[in-house]
């Protein structure tokens, strides 16, 4: 089956505990021509401030999908496309490999169509989602590609993704995820801040995830990285 990520160049993360630049609106942010949305961060998120973005962002016409950090804080919403879960390859802490996921499964209600996983491989040791899981981050060019093997062959994950979330990362370490990946789609975020940085990202990751742009410079920035991330792909010819 094709996943609807296998055409995407570029996805929006939003992050429910920040605010938007002043004077900008979802709707605003749902017209960057971004693939999709993701809505998710690490701290400080609730049900209700993940709603509150889903309600604001299900009139326009980008996919939205939920990322957990946690199963207390899942939305179920008919206007989501989906829910995309991470799964931490590198975590100290398997809570974020197995155990919360553990919780979660116990809802009768869960719909296995809609509902995906991330293989992350996390990349920066001072943002905070390393912090949480206990990621041991000192991984070499050779360590990601095998971790990267590992999830798509051993774990079967659909979607590998390198985390570097807050910095820019080492586009060497994401050329080297990809050249052993198959099938699977590979997610690079992380400090990317304009045309260029997406672009250099975007020629060895097939979907680039734009998240603290948005807040900190709007939707204008965000466009220019839409742009980096589909001039790439067509540079590429992926
Ligand atoms: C965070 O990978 C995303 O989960 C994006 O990172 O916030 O650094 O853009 P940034």
């Known amino acids: ?12 993360k939003i ?67 989906g829910y995309l879960v991470p799964v931490v390859m590198n975590a100290g802490d398997v809570s974020w490999v197995t155990g919360a996921h553990k919780e979660w499964v116990r809802i009768d209600s869960i719909d296995w169509n809609r509902t995906h996983t991330e293989a992350y491989i996390v990349m920066n040791p001072d943002a905070s989602v390393a912090q949480l899981t206990g990621a041991d981050c000192d991984q070499s060019a050779d360590d990601v590609a095998a971790y990267a093997k590992v999830a798509e062959r051993m774990f079967g994950q659909e979607i590998v993704y390198i985390e570097y979330s807050g910095t820019f990362g080492d586009s060497e370490k994401v ?20 045309y260029d940085t997406a672009h250099e990202m975007g020629r ?31 540079a590429t010819e992926r």
């Open 15 to 81: 992050d429910p505990d920040k605010d938007l630049p002043e004077g900008q609106s979802f709707e605003d942010v749902c017209r960057t021509g971004t693939d999709a949305i993701e809505v998710g961060g690490t701290l400080d998120v609730t049900r209700d401030k993940m709603g509150r973005v889903i309600d604001a962002c299900r009139r326009y016409d980008v996919p939205l999908y939920q990322e957990p950090s946690n199963p207390a804080v899942v939305v179920e919403h008919d206007s989501l496309a």
């Open 175 to 194: 050329a080297a995820a990809a050249d052993v990946l198959d099938e699977a789609t590979l997610f690079y975020g992380g400090g990317v801040h304009d």
């Open 1 to 12: 089956m094709t996943r609807a990520w296998a055409d995407w160049d570029h996805v929006l």
């Open 204 to 234: 060895h990751a097939d979907v680039v995830v734009v998240g603290d742009l948005l807040h900190d410079e709007g939707v204008d920035a965000v466009r220019e990285t839409v742009e980096g991330a589909r001039d790439a792909r067509a």
